[in-house]
């Protein structure tokens, strides 16, 4: 199973997602993002996961039509399994420092 972290800015702007935008990213995520990561596969298209061009080693994910979250690969912390640090999460408005 994928362990994941989360940054303090993360944590921030969790709290000014609205009840409906937090169950969509959490639905999002744990539906399609969580198993691609376990298995190594491809990522689900619908979750338009590409590369930060600002911010190298930096991905974005699609959870919402104006919902992104941005993320990066963190060292693992169980042999095998892939380890996941969430870095920001809101609309676009992200981009300014992913």
Do not use: N
């Not at 539906?31 to 190594?40: H, N, Q, W």
């Not at 298209?45 to 941005?70: M, Q």
């Amino acid at each position: 199973m994928p362990t994941f972290e989360t940054t303090t800015r993360f944590t921030a702007d969790l709290d000014h997602l609205t009840p409906a935008q937090l169950r969509r990213f959490r639905r999002t995520a744990l539906k399609a993002f969580v198993p691609d990561l376990r298995t190594g596969r491809r990522f689900h298209p619908g979750l338009r996961i590409k590369g930060v061009r600002s911010a190298p080693g930096v991905y974005e994910l699609t959870w919402a039509s104006d919902g992104r979250a941005t993320w990066c690969y963190g060292r693992a912390r169980i042999a095998g399994d892939r380890h996941i640090v969430w870095r920001r999460i809101e609309t676009h408005g992200i981009f300014t420092r992913p």
